[in-house]
């Protein structure tokens, strides 16, 4: 997966941002599920592919807000990659998660089936991260 700079005009980014928000979701998968889309792309590892490389990105952003001691913006990134991972294996699966109520049904069941509790204590963990950034 290659990354591209685009650029929009102010007022197009600042509707794209907020579409983005009111769903829950970094700007970046907003706009990439956008283009898989708008392209009829359906093949789930494409999905599996871009949630994986977002969760990556995540993680490098909220390693480096760690050095900078951004604490709040780390927690953000570290939400983001956590979230990212988890819909990339609901992808793997046909599934799309649209909400964190999905989220949160999604990592219930995958501990279910995996009989892993940790899996519910470690998601619990990267929700207080959200929590975080969201309270300051």
């Known amino acids: 997966m ?3 700079t685009i650029t929009l005009p102010s007022k197009v980014l600042e509707g794209v941002r907020k579409r983005a928000e ?5 700007l970046e998968e907003y706009m990439a599920e956008a283009f898989l889309k708008q392209l009829h792309i359906k093949d789930p ?5 871009l949630h994986l490389k977002l969760c990556e990105k995540y993680l490098e952003e909220a390693e480096a807000f760690l ?3 951004d604490y709040v913006r780390a927690s953000e990134k570290a939400w983001d990659a956590s979230s990212q991972i988890l819909k990339a294996l609901a992808a793997k ?9 999905l989220l949160w049904e999604y ?3 995958l501990a279910e089936r995996l009989g892993d509790g940790e899996l519910r204590h470690l998601w619990r963990t990267a929700n207080v991260l959200h929590q975080n950034f969201y309270e300051s």
């Open 2 to 4: 290659s990354s591209v």
């Open 22 to 26: 009111s769903e829950g979701k970094p």
């Open 45 to 49: 590892a494409a999905k599996v592919e």
């Open 67 to 69: 050095l900078k001691k």
């Open 93 to 101: 699966e046909g599934k799309e998660l649209r909400s964190h109520t």
């Open 107 to 109: 990592a219930n069941e």
